[in-house]
C-alpha cells in the first residue's frame, strides 16, 4: 500500500472513532439512554449538546471523506509528452554537467 493510502485509512478509523465515543458519552454518560423517559428534551444538556454533536458529526464525516478520497484516489499517470521533457531536460543537464567538468580540468 502507498502512503497516501494509509494516511486515508487511519484517517477514516480515527474519525469513525472520534465520533462513536463522542456518541457513546453524549448518551450513556450524559444519561440519555438509562434515563431515556424521564428526559426532558430542552434542558441545559441539550442545548449545548446537541448542536456540539452536529458539530462533531460534520467534522468526523468531513474527516472519514478525506480519508476516502485520500485511500481511493490512484496516483497521477506520466504522459508520454512529460516524459520526453524530463528526459530532455536530463540530457541537458547532464551536457551542462559534463561541459563543467571539462573547463575544471587543468589544460
Not at 39 to 59: D, G, K, Q, R, Y
Request: hydrophobic content about 55%; some cysteine.
Amino acid at each position: 500500500m502507498k502512503k497516501a493510502q494509509v494516511i486515508g485509512i487511519l484517517l477514516m478509523l480515527f474519525g469513525l472513532l472520534v465520533w462513536c465515543y463522542y456518541t457513546y458519552d453524549i448518551l450513556v454518560e450524559g444519561g440519555v439512554l438509562p434515563n431515556f423517559l424521564n428526559l426532558p428534551l430542552l434542558n441545559e444538556f441539550w442545548i449545548v449538546a446537541l448542536p456540539m454533536f452536529v458539530l462533531v458529526t460534520a467534522v468526523v464525516a468531513l474527516m472519514v471523506w478525506l480519508g476516502f478520497s485520500a485511500f481511493t484516489t490512484p496516483a497521477p499517470r506520466v504522459t508520454d509528452e512529460e516524459l520526453q521533457k524530463l528526459e530532455e531536460l536530463e540530457r541537458l543537464a547532464r551536457a551542462k554537467r559534463m561541459a563543467k567538468k571539462k573547463s575544471e580540468e587543468p589544460e
